[in-house]
């Protein structure tokens, strides 16, 4: 047998690799469950307390979740005050008076339909951005463009160990899906390094890139973490999902956060 | 009392007159005529003496000692042509065979032994597989693939779609012990599980036992696979190997000195990134793995040999220098076989492994690099005594220091020494007998103990937990012995011959492991972590019943097996949910403890001769745990529980030149947890869950099928080709199904199946002279 001779069957069946992967969507029979409570609450510097309450659906129904309204929601701020939210939407609840401090751990209460659900929160000391670097990226997996651009986060990590961080990364006004969050079990004390990597979500020059950041505590950053680990669904299956964990006693789902908030913005050039 | 003295005299001289009727041992060695390969298994029968027959040990080494007389003895081995000797038994004797392989090949089918090992022996839960039996099996791609050909006998599972991985009776995949010439391998699959380290150039047979393993293995809860290489043809050089689809091989071996010492070397190399390269998208990507197995021997003199071998493997996966990972694994053994005389055989050996693997992402400045090192070193003493025919005993230890290098995530232009994780460092010992004894014709039994330690080594901080908060640390300086678990291993078989056709077994083992690979996603990856025992973490233990019922027909030609088993696991290890993997300062604070129960029917029946040989095996099993922390504390389906496995497996041999082959696989869906509901949280849809493992899988299906054609051989030249096809009718199995925003509809979600490997045609051009 020549080589070539070889070489040529090799060759020609190189065409199968294109073959070793296909996707279809699939109905399966999933369980259909009773409906549970999800609470998104936020309270940051200087701003009132936003809570939502919502409930989930059948997963092969619409993305249409239904609001719960008329829920008792209150919100004492370990200082001694207590106020009950007001609905200025549907679902939507918010403090009139309370307003959100860096140090300050706040108590939310949500009763809906003779259930009730507690969660605790505190707002963590800032950490300053001191701004955004922007940096040609060495990373360009199968698909990407040759020239995209990738941004750090600029800011000094406190010596003490404990901080957490969440970003959120907008490109001309287009907000980046995933969720970003980072602590400083790595690079304590450290001014950062870690660049904010978007392969799905490229930059290019010209955009306008802005940088949310949060300091977040640690049931925060574990809610984030787990339910960005949780939830994805990798080659080979990824991590075994689970709901994440949520500072929320009582079994609803979502989070009640206390954190700052500080924003930047550059053009890329 | 004179009267009691006489008696008790004459008790005394008979008992040592019966001593003293002369007995003479008759040792040696079975070999392979053409290559002088040792033949493990192989067995000497004694004609006259029925049941007396003794296997060779892993050395090729047997022993059977009898009373003065004379005998005809018979060397047989699968495959190989039987040989009869004739011998008068006056002295101990050294008599070497040298069995000639059967000639498959010729017009007349050689009629091979047809053996009732598995009703004589007692093993249980034990197959052997011979490489050469298994070659024309289709697999995919073309690679011949021991842990491939495994998954399709009862009660091994695969990991998944053309994985390398396995699952042996509900166990999970670290709780296997796969050796390679006595070297752990920590890690056996290259390309993500698509492949096993195992070049079967390189190997001359594989043996798994299914969690019934003699007391001189031990150190994995769910089964033993021992992988040996081959030695080298000692008479004569030969060059050998195959161009494949995805990957060749090159296996060069032979005499150092004529029928003293011989040499292989065998490597092999996959191209995919070539192709790969071939496409723009591509051009930049790394995809490739390599191995390479190298043995040496030499015989001192009669009765001593030294071996030598190595692996040496090497994944790469990488896209430019912005992200790569590269793993493999690495061992080496050196050994020493004594016969110290013909009733007593010695092993030494001194064996080193290491298994590590490198992650690597850069962007801009900035490079983090995520690194982990598991690395052995080994002694291992074991001696084999051969009282009687029906006797035989094997007694050692085994010590073993680990270094483990714990995974963690630095930035390499900019480190923090406090990212930077201690070495771990532990000592296993084991000391242990094992006794086959054959009480009568009809009973024998196999029983052992292994008595094991593990002793957490300095210099390292362990922290104790209560859940995840820490409670209280230790604090080990270099060389300090913290602390000690201690455990009693029982190993039980019990074979009962009912029969000439058919006998029953039972047998009870129980293993330990101390060494817990962790891992949190539903398939294996290179990067998960290997921890030892710890403060938290306490040594797994399994202890597995089995019984078991043995029928072979028409002449030995036909086996059947049905074997169940129960299993219970304590000290399970888990990620708790949300674990962080990558960061946590100590993984320990992220895991979970529980327990486990797995039991299961096993069904196989196998035609062993003639021109169309295969089996079918049939396994129905449950598997389940119990974790605190996950579930809401109760019982759930394992992520391998499959409830019905079926393999049918055929090899035709159609003319002397071709041979065709299929298998057909179906199963039933693995355990799997879906989401019960959706809700939108923090701007995104997210996935409500209930049950862990609650769902499962689609039932998978697919039939293999191949052909072989063996040209004419040319003087020295033997060429063959192999075609094959995987998955012929082209079923779309689920690989995975994952949840997610319907792009086209925003308001709906849908569940996507990916499925991998439909119709893979593949062609080996195979050479040897």
């Not at chain 2, 000639?100 to 007692?122: A, R, Y």
């Not at chain 2, 491939?148 to 599972?157: A, D, E, R, W, Y």
């Not at chain 2, 070193?377 to 084999?384: H, P, S």
């Amino acid at each position: 047998m020549k080589t070539n001779k070889i070489a040529s069957i090799l060759l020609s069946l190189t065409g199968a690799w294109g073959l070793f992967s296909c996707e279809k969507e699939i109905t399966l029979d999933l369980n259909s469950v009773n409906a549970k409570y999800v609470i998104e609450g936020e309270i940051t510097p200087n701003q009132k307390a936003t809570v939502r309450v919502i409930k989930t659906v059948d997963f092969t129904e619409p993305n249409d979740f239904p609001l719960v309204k008329g829920a008792n929601v209150s919100l004492s701020d370990g200082s001694g005050n207590t106020e009950k939210l007001v609905e200025t939407g549907e679902g939507v609840y918010q403090s009139q008076k309370i307003v959100g401090f860096e140090g300050k751990t706040y108590s939310l209460t949500v009763m809906a339909e003779g259930n009730t659900f507690t969660a605790q929160t505190t707002m963590p000391t800032n950490v300053k951005l001191t701004g955004i670097k922007v940096q040609k990226s060495s990373f360009s997996p199968p698909g990407s463009t040759a020239e995209n651009y990738i941004i750090y986060p600029q800011f000094i990590d406190p010596a003490a160990f404990g901080n957490s961080y969440r970003f959120i990364q907008t490109r001309n006004e287009e907000k980046y899906k995933s969720i970003i969050v980072a602590n400083d079990n790595i690079g304590n004390g450290l001014p950062n390094s870690r660049p904010i990597l978007s392969p799905d979500f490229e930059i290019v020059l010209g955009d306008n890139v802005t940088l949310e950041m949060h300091c977040i505590d640690k049931p925060i950053y574990d809610y984030f973490f787990s339910l960005n680990s949780v939830q994805g669904n990798g080659p080979g299956g990824g991590t075994i999902p689970t709901n994440p964990v949520t500072n929320i006693k009582g079994g609803a789902l979502g989070y009640f956060s206390a954190h700052t908030q500080q924003k930047i913005s550059i053009e890329v050039k | 009392m004179a009267k009691l003295k006489f008696i008790v005299f004459c008790v005394l001289m008979s008992s040592f007159r019966l001593l003293a009727q002369e007995k003479f041992t008759i040792s040696g060695t079975l070999r392979d005529k053409a290559s002088g390969e040792e033949l493990i298994g192989a067995t000497v029968v004694v004609k006259e003496i029925p049941n007396t027959g003794k296997a060779a040990n892993e050395y090729g080494f047997y022993s059977i000692t009898l009373p003065k007389g004379s005998y005809t003895l018979k060397g047989t081995y699968i495959g190989y042509e039987e040989m009869t000797k004739t011998v008068n038994l006056d002295k101990n004797l050294k008599i070497d065979w040298e069995l000639e392989s059967g000639k498959m090949l010729q017009e007349v089918v050689v009629k091979t032994t047809k053996e009732d090992d598995n009703i004589t022996k007692t093993s249980m839960g034990t197959e052997k597989l011979d490489i050469k039996e298994i070659a024309k099996l289709p697999v995919i791609f073309g690679e011949k693939d021991v842990l491939k050909t495994i998954q399709l006998l009862p009660g091994v599972k695969s990991a998944g779609e053309g994985n390398s991985g396995f699952f042996v009776r509900g166990g999970a995949a670290d709780q296997n012990l796969i050796l390679l010439d006595e070297a752990p391998v920590y890690n056996a699959s290259h390309l993500l599980g698509f492949f096993s380290t195992f070049n079967s150039d390189a190997i001359k047979d594989a043996t798994i036992i299914k969690g019934n393993s003699p007391a001189n293995y031990g150190g994995r809860l769910s089964s033993v696979l021992d992988v040996r290489m081959r030695e080298g043809n000692d008479k004569v050089f030969q060059t050998s190997g195959g161009i494949g689809v995805i990957s060749s091989r090159l296996a060069i071996e032979g005499p150092i000195q004529n029928e003293k010492s011989s040499f292989m070397i065998s490597g092999r190399r996959t191209y995919a990134d070539m192709f790969l390269k071939a496409s723009p998208d591509f051009s930049d990507t790394q995809l490739y793995f390599y191995d390479l197995n190298a043995k040496a021997n030499y015989r001192i003199n009669e009765n001593n040999r030294v071996y030598v071998s190595g692996y040496f493997g090497r994944d790469r996966l990488g896209f430019g220098d912005a992200l790569g990972i590269d793993w493999g694994n690495k061992t080496g053994t050196l050994r020493w076989n004594s016969i110290i005389n013909s009733k007593w055989f010695s092993n030494t050996s001194l064996i080193y492994s290491d298994y590590s693997y490198e992650f690597k992402v850069s962007g801009g400045d900035n490079s983090f690099v995520n690194q982990s090192k598991i690395r052995d070193w080994n002694l291992k003493q074991e001696f084999q005594y051969f009282p009687s025919p029906k006797n035989s005993w094997r007694f050692g230890f085994n010590t073993i220091h680990h270094t483990i290098t714990p995974g963690s995530l630095i930035n390499e232009t900019n480190a923090n020494e406090n990212d930077i994780k201690e070495d771990r460092k532990a000592l296993e010992n084991a000391v242990y007998v094992q006794n086959t004894y054959s009480v009568s014709s009809n009973f024998s039994m196999d029983y052992g103990l292994r008595l094991s330690s593990w002793s957490i080594l300095g210099r390292t901080t362990y922290n104790i937990y209560d859940r995840d908060v820490k409670t209280d640390s230790v604090v080990l300086g270099e060389g300090a012995f913290g602390k000690t678990y201690f455990n009693v291993e029982p190993r039980l078989a019990f074979n009962f011959i009912l029969n000439e056709k058919s006998s029953l077994k039972a047998g009870y083992a129980r293993n330990t492991q101390n060494l817990h690979l962790l891992s949190n996603s539903t398939s294996s990856n290179p990067t998960d972590q290997w921890i030892g025992s710890s403060y938290n973490i306490k040594p797994g233990i399994s202890d597995q019943i089995s019984l078991g019922y043995f029928r072979n027909f028409a002449q030995n030609n036909y086996e059947f097996s049905a074997e169940t088993y129960y299993k219970a696991l304590q000290n399970q290890v888990d990620y708790k949910n949300g674990a962080d993997v990558q960061t946590a300062p100590d993984v320990e604070s992220e895991l979970l403890y529980g327990k486990g129960r797995a039991y299961g029917l096993e069904l196989l029946l196998k035609k062993k001769s003639g021109k169309f040989t295969g089996w079918v095996s049939y396994t129905l099993s449950k598997t389940e745990r119990l974790i605190d922390g996950i579930n809401e504390g109760n019982w759930y389906s394992a992520r391998q529980d499959r409830t019905h496995d079926l393999a049918i497996v055929g090899m035709y041999q159609l003319s002397p030149r071709w041979s065709l082959s299929g298998n057909f696989i179906y199963y039933t869906g693995d355990a799997v947890t879906f989401p019960s509901g959706k809700y939108e949280v923090a701007g995104n849809t997210a996935f409500y869950y209930t049950e862990r493992n609650a769902s499962r899988m689609p039932n998978y299906h697919r039939l293999d099928l191949s052909a072989t054609y063996e040209k004419p051989r040319k003087g020295r030249y033997q060429t063959s080709w192999n075609f094959s096809l995987y998955n012929a009718y082209g079923r779309q199995n689920a690989y995975t199904i994952s949840f997610e925003d319907d792009e086209n509809d925003p308001s709906r979600t849908r569940a996507v199946q990916t499925s991998l490997f439909r119709w893979v045609p593949s062609v080996t051009y195979n050479f040897k002279f």
